[in-house]
């Protein structure tokens, strides 16, 4: 076969260098593969944790993943481009990343790599201590590193949770930027703007809650740019890229650490094992398809009664509970910019 016939389409200039943190992971591979057909030069910084919690755990991918250097090698003989890898960990290896960062003075940088299970994090004092361990440190040592090398023109794009909301809802919508509030003063009452109190449910969730401190501190002090994502889950397995070539396929997890409730019951589904329904059985939250990067295929709950059509953009007037809205807060200063708990504008996807 001409491998030419297939190859992927694209700008002839790249377009500026992307990061790919966890780029190995279920959002980052098929994240770096459109990037990179798109027309960016990516390179992922990934040190395979997730591939070694498999390993803990007893478990593997329902899809057989292949190595990064299977993948890599797959996707630049089909796409004729070259994603290149670095294998560091954030958190301690930091002179590593600093010169990373200087040598390739990204444009922007995707973070996808923290530990995201929340069942996972809560499993003992060691899975709880890792989890805040590896996501906070890691976190820090991005933003520290991208001001040890001068790159304050690196646009960061960090994935949340809409779980640091919580569960719950005070009836109240979770505005479009910061929450006015009044507080009392001694020169009497005084309006203010404070971000949406976070209510999380787990470490993971908890950790995610810090981590928009620190994007919030940087901004402010460093005029670091940031956009945080908070969103729904995001399940399924194939996009456009990791259909090309079984080499590509993304990882499927079922398992109860690291498996979406909705890819567990397919499974179950599939062998005829009764669904493993927890808790008190009204959990509504949005569910995002893991198919490409365009419209948004979302099902589940809808305050408004309408379900939209398959690729339809969710609308901002169907956002009504902390669990089925984005929200984005933009805070402004004369040295930069970050966007807290922004839905991407033209509704790309997310974990």
Same mark, same amino acid.
């Given at each position: 076969?001409?491998?030419? @016939?297939?190859?992927? $389409?694209?700008?002839?200039?790249?377009?500026? &260098?992307?990061?790919?943190?966890?780029?190995?992971?279920?959002? +980052?591979?098929?994240?770096?593969?459109?990037?990179?057909?798109?027309?960016?030069?990516?390179?992922?910084?990934?040190?395979?944790?997730?591939?070694?919690?498999?390993?803990?755990?007893?478990?593997?991918?329902?899809?057989?993943?292949? $190595?990064?250097?299977?993948?890599?090698?797959?996707?630049?003989?089909?796409s004729g481009k &070259?994603?290149?890898?670095?294998?560091?960990?954030?958190?301690?290896?930091? $002179?590593?990343?600093?010169?990373?960062?200087?040598? *390739?003075?990204?444009?922007?940088?995707?973070?996808?790599? *923290?530990?995201?299970?929340?069942?996972?994090?809560?499993?003992?004092?060691? *899975?709880?201590?890792?989890?805040?361990?590896?996501?906070?440190?890691?976190?820090?040592?991005?933003?520290?590193?991208?001001?040890?090398?001068?790159?304050?023109?690196?646009?960061?794009?960090?994935?949340?949770?809409?779980?640091?909301?919580?569960?719950?809802?005070?009836?109240?919508?979770?505005?479009?930027?910061?929450?006015?509030?009044?507080?009392?003063?001694?020169?009497?009452?005084?309006?203010?703007?404070?971000?949406?109190? @976070?209510?999380?449910?787990?470490?993971?969730?908890?950790?995610?809650?810090?981590?928009?401190?620190?994007?919030?501190?940087?901004?402010?002090?460093?005029?670091?740019?940031? $956009?945080?994502?908070?969103?729904?889950?995001?399940?399924?397995?194939?996009?456009?890229?990791?259909?090309?070539?079984? *080499?590509?396929?993304?990882?499927?997890?079922?398992? +109860?650490d690291y498996g979406?409730?909705?890819?567990?019951?397919?499974?179950?589904?599939?062998?005829?094992?009764?669904?493993t329904v927890h808790?008190?059985?009204?959990?509504?939250?949005?569910?995002?398809?893991?198919?490409?990067?365009?419209?948004?295929?979302?099902?589940?709950?809808?305050?408004? +009664?309408?379900?939209?059509? @398959?690729?339809?953009?969710?609308?901002?007037?169907?956002?009504?509970?902390?669990?089925?809205?984005?929200?984005?807060?933009?805070?402004?200063?004369?040295?930069?910019?970050? @966007?807290?708990?922004?839905?991407?504008?033209?509704?790309?996807?997310?974990?």
């Open positions: 076969m001409d491998v030419r @016939a297939n190859r992927v $389409t694209s700008d002839s200039a790249s377009k500026g &260098t992307i990061l790919v943190l966890g780029g190995d992971g279920f959002c +980052g591979w098929p994240t770096s593969l459109h990037l990179s057909a798109v027309g960016y030069d990516v390179a992922i910084v990934d040190n395979l944790s997730r591939r070694k919690i498999d390993v803990e755990l007893g478990t593997e991918s329902l899809t057989p993943i292949q $190595t990064p250097q299977v993948r890599l090698a797959k996707w630049a003989n089909i &070259t994603i290149r890898f670095h294998n560091l960990t954030l958190g301690s290896d930091y $002179t590593e990343l600093v010169e990373l960062l200087k040598n *390739e003075r990204p444009t922007a940088i995707v973070h996808f790599a *923290e530990q995201r299970a929340a069942p996972y994090s809560m499993k003992s004092p060691q *899975e709880m201590r890792y989890t805040v361990r590896n996501n906070l440190n890691g976190t820090h040592d991005l933003l520290c590193a991208v001001v040890d090398a001068g790159c304050h023109h690196t646009h960061i794009v960090h994935l949340g949770t809409m779980g640091v909301y919580g569960y719950g809802t005070a009836g109240v919508r979770v505005p479009e930027g910061y929450l006015p509030v009044v507080v009392q003063t001694d020169n009497g009452p005084q309006e203010i703007e404070i971000l949406y109190p @976070a209510d999380p449910g787990s470490i993971y969730h908890m950790t995610k809650t810090q981590d928009a401190l620190f994007f919030h501190y940087y901004n402010k002090n460093y005029g670091i740019r940031i $956009t945080d994502l908070h969103q729904g889950i995001v399940w399924g397995t194939q996009t456009k890229e990791t259909r090309l070539a079984p *080499e590509l396929v993304n990882r499927f997890d079922y398992c +109860g979406t409730v909705l890819n567990r019951f397919l499974v179950e589904a599939a062998i005829g094992y009764p669904l808790g008190i059985r009204r959990a509504d939250a949005g569910l995002y398809q893991h198919t490409g990067y365009g419209p948004l295929h979302r099902i589940g709950h809808q305050p408004s +009664g309408r379900q939209p059509p @398959a690729g339809q953009y969710l609308q901002s007037d169907d956002r009504d509970t902390p669990r089925d809205r984005s929200r984005e807060t933009n805070l402004r200063n004369d040295r930069g910019q970050v @966007a807290v708990g922004a839905q991407p504008s033209q509704r790309s996807r997310r974990q």
